[in-house]
């Protein structure tokens, strides 16, 4: 997140366009959520691109800080923007949302929850998902289901 953080020195929490992936992961029909320390909502592991990166690269890179696994093949879901991917942070930050989302039901690793951001991992079964989902992930997975 160091490009963000820098732009946001300079823009303060003004309204900022944020590209970035996200990844379902799915294990035996269920689908992985983090508890995020930021917003205490469930959300996608995923986050923002970097300079030089591609959309895979992100979502490969999130993955693994996220949540220690290591993504296999990655099928690409869809891109979604527009007025629903519009968030207000709790400290302020704004951004509208441009969100690459793929899925992966290949990977390695065990999970381990990056304490920076997210207090918690756990698959969820499709039709048993919370409802405390973050507001940017909710047109993702709701394609995706």
Request: one cysteine or more; proline letters at 7%; aromatic letters at 8%.
């Amino acid at each position: 997140m160091g490009y963000m953080m820098d732009l946001r020195k300079v823009v303060g929490t003004r309204p900022l366009i944020m590209a970035g992936a996200c990844v379902l992961l799915l294990h035996e029909n269920k689908l992985l959520l983090g508890l995020r320390t930021d917003n205490g909502l469930w959300g996608l592991p995923g986050g923002s691109l970097e300079p030089g990166e591609s959309m895979e690269e992100v979502a490969v890179r999130e993955l693994a800080e996220e949540t220690g696994l290591k993504a296999g093949s990655l099928t690409l879901l869809d891109v979604f923007s527009g007025p629903q991917l519009y968030y207000k942070y709790p400290h302020g930050d704004e951004v509208y949302n441009v969100v690459t989302a793929y899925i992966c039901t290949e990977y390695t690793g065990e999970l381990k929850e990056d304490p920076n951001e997210v207090k918690e991992l756990r698959f969820f079964d499709l039709d048993h998902l919370p409802d405390e989902i973050s507001p940017p992930d909710i047109p993702v997975i709701q394609r995706f289901l």
